[in-house]
């Protein structure tokens, strides 16, 4: 049980980030039905958020990796994926890794459709 105490801080904030998303959710509700204004705030607001925080992490003493913990891995992974699937876009970007970072952006967009659209042929099989 030597990292329930970082188990315990990532469950936490990844609660309190998926009931922010929800919220969100709620917010953006009555704006526009056709078009998911909340999932794109979410994916803004959680990439810059996760953009803030990790940079705060490395380049100063402001945020502790149990804040990181948190903040990061926690509050930003339930309130939107798609903020950790830009910071580690852009860190493949960084580190000149150039071919997987297309890669890894390409293809998390196509093989993402083409589980969906796996997923929803198989449950029409299925019913």
Not at 32 to 38: E, L, T
Not at 63 to 89: D, I, K, N, Q, W
């Amino acid at each position: 049980m030597k990292h329930f105490g970082a188990v315990a801080l990532v469950g936490v904030g990844g609660f309190l980030g998926s009931v922010a998303r929800y919220g969100v959710a709620l917010l953006f509700l009555p704006l526009a039905p056709g078009f998911p204004f909340s999932t794109f705030a979410v994916n803004m607001l959680g990439s810059f958020l996760i953009g803030l925080l990790s940079e705060l992490a490395v380049s100063t003493t402001l945020v502790s990796p149990e804040a990181r913990l948190f903040m990061v891995t926690g509050f930003c992974g339930g309130f939107t994926t798609f903020s950790a699937y830009m910071y580690e876009h852009a860190s493949l970007m960084k580190d000149g890794q150039l071919f997987y970072a297309g890669l890894y952006l390409f293809g998390s967009i196509a093989g993402g459709l083409i589980a969906l659209y796996s997923g929803m042929l198989f449950a029409k099989i299925w019913s």
